[in-house]
T-cell receptor, first 109, second 113 residues
């Protein structure tokens, strides 16, 4: 069974304090790994897709990396507006997306 | 450009009442359509997905059903709601071709009282 595990469940950072979120997965035939940002009461917003081990994507203060077993979302010098829940999902073969439970990030000014 | 519409945004329903949530996608054809439920601390749980008109796959046995009467319309229903049906319901779509990622609607907060 495909599984996605995110850690930590919650993370509290001071503004400017860099850190990483982890997404470990066990799937056969990975087609893509996806990172989303979700604000309270809103639908998830797409951030990145990673397709193969070694791939990296960047957007502003966020950088996503992928290995054969896990992905990291690095947050450099975060700001309070980066506070949100970050979701990781994988797709294998023709199966639907499988999501992790998310990491709730709070950035304190 | 593609857009996804989901309504209503919030809903309060008594136990035993019926439910109908609607989702429509614009700007694409033959999308894969999904219904997810999100409960606190449990992440996104896939309820149903559809790869075409009239084709519905159920992931979790429950009090809910889904239908796809048109190519870009996906409906989530219940004949009699339970308290445990409360949650945040999200509709999403994607394509089998690139890009693969799914686009989400803004969600419906359902409270069963």
């Amino acid at each position: 069974e495909d599984q996605v595990t995110q850690s930590p469940e919650a993370l509290r950072l001071q503004e400017g304090e860099s850190s990483s979120l982890n997404c470990s997965y066990t799937v056969s035939g990975l087609r893509g790994l996806f990172w989303y940002r979700q604000d309270p009461g809103k639908g998830p917003e797409f951030l990145f897709t990673l397709y193969s081990a070694g791939e990296e994507k960047e957007k502003e203060r966020l950088k996503a990396t992928l290995t054969k077993k896990e992905s990291f979302l690095h947050i450099t010098a975060p700001k309070p507006e980066d506070s949100a829940t970050y979701l990781c999902a994988v797709q294998a073969g023709n199966t639907p997306l499988v999501f992790g439970k998310g990491t709730r990030l709070s950035v304190i000014a | 450009s593609q857009t996804i519409h989901q309504w209503p945004a919030t809903l309060v329903q008594p136990v035993g009442s019926p439910l109908s949530l609607e989702c429509t996608v614009e700007g694409t054809s033959n999308p894969n359509l999904y219904w997810y439920r999100q409960a606190a601390g449990r992440g996104l749980q896939l309820l149903f997905y559809s790869v075409g008109i009239g084709q519905i796959s159920s992931e979790v046995p429950q009090n809910l059903s889904a239908s796809r009467p048109q190519d870009r319309q996906f409906i989530l229903s219940s004949k009699k709601l339970l308290l445990s049906d409360s949650g945040f319901y999200l509709c999403a779509w994607n394509r089998d071709s690139q890009p693969l990622w799914a686009f989400f609607g803004q969600g419906t907060r359902l409270t069963v009282v």
